[in-house]
């Protein structure tokens, strides 16, 4: 499909943050480190899920395809803006800016989906921990995956098949750093009121209902934890804890950007920072250091890699 048949743009111009050379270095060297701590982090959740047989249950499935979406979310965005920093010219293509949406929208709304059977996995393991293991089958488990993949693809799709054919006839201009679905309707040489009132139903209310659903469902579970207060309860209680803390960072900013009504753009690039550095790297630190059996594989196959190095 030619996506420029019906625009004059050909590419749209970022803003970034700001011109101070100091301040560049230092988001530099902060999206940077980040960044890369990210990938390494998630990289080492993939493959301690992978080669540690301990961990082959519904729960670490899960949490191994929630690090593989990270990695791909941060790595929608970061890559770009960070090579973009210290440029005067911050550009990037009509094509590349609707493929950049494309992904951010697709692996966010799988994301969604992923914390959701996550959220569904806690609840069976506590409420119906007898039929555990029947119910969270590795079929099950599979199905869980591609139907949030399935899922987010429609999600992206549904808004840019709209979203392709506008006309932009300038000006080109994004005060951000990444191209965003509602800057970019703002710039297209039409009325895009219908278009914007689409996606904030399908990105803002999805992702508001999304975030009550399973708030009511983790409280439902602490409940259950609370009437059957013990020792297994208590590790229960923290790995739940860890769940609410991974769904509070990933659905706040975005709550923020698609159901705010007039967002001001500081604010909306802090929380955009935040969405695309910090919480792809706070997931892994808060599943590993929050959960013994992660850090004791992690251990294990630390161990077996020394091993298998001094042998060779």
């Given amino acids: 499909m030619d996506l420029t048949n019906h625009s004059i743009v050909s590419e749209f111009v970022f803003l970034g943050f700001t011109n101070s050379w100091d301040i560049q270095l230092l988001l ?12 390494m982090g998630n990289l080492v959740i993939v493959f301690t899920v992978t080669f540690d047989s301990h961990l082959h249950s519904p729960m670490y499935f ?57 959220a569904f996995d806690r609840y069976v393991a506590i409420c119906k921990p007898l039929h555990y293991l029947t119910i969270m089958s590795p079929r ?7 139907t949030s993949w399935i899922i987010g ?53 999805i992702s508001v209902g999304s ?53 001001t753009s500081h604010l909306d690039k802090f929380l955009a920072i935040f969405d695309a550095f910090i919480t792809p790297f706070l997931n892994p630190v808060i599943y590993t250091f929050r959960n013994k059996e992660m850090k004791v594989a992690m251990r294990r196959l630390c161990s077996r890699l020394v091993h298998y190095r001094n042998i060779s």
């Fill in 62 to 118: 899960l949490l191994a395809n929630l690090s593989v979406i990270d990695m791909v979310f941060c790595s929608v965005t970061a890559p770009k803006m960070i090579c973009d920093i210290f440029k005067k010219h911050k550009a990037i293509s009509f094509c590349g800016c609707i493929t950049q949406i494309f992904f951010s929208h697709a692996v966010g709304g799988t994301e969604m989906v992923l914390l959701i059977a996550m």
């Fill in 140 to 146: 099950m488990c599979l199905c869980f995956s591609v």
């Fill in 153 to 205: 693809l429609i999600h992206s799709l549904v808004q840019l098949v709209f979203v392709i054919d506008l006309p932009f006839c300038g000006p080109n201009i994004l005060d951000s750093f990444y191209c965003d679905l509602p800057r970019l309707l703002r710039l297209a040489c039409t009325n895009t009121q219908e278009l914007e009132f689409m996606v904030t139903v399908n990105s803002g209310l």
């Fill in 211 to 263: 975030f009550v659903l399973l708030v009511i469902s983790y409280i439902f579970i602490l409940f259950t934890v609370w009437k059957h207060a013990s020792g297994a309860s208590s590790k229960a209680l923290s790995t739940l804890s860890a769940h609410i803390t991974v769904v509070v960072l990933f659905f706040g900013p975005l709550m923020f950007f698609y159901t705010w009504p007039s967002p």
């Fill in 28 to 39: 530099f060297v902060f999206s940077f480190l980040f960044y890369s701590a990210s990938m």
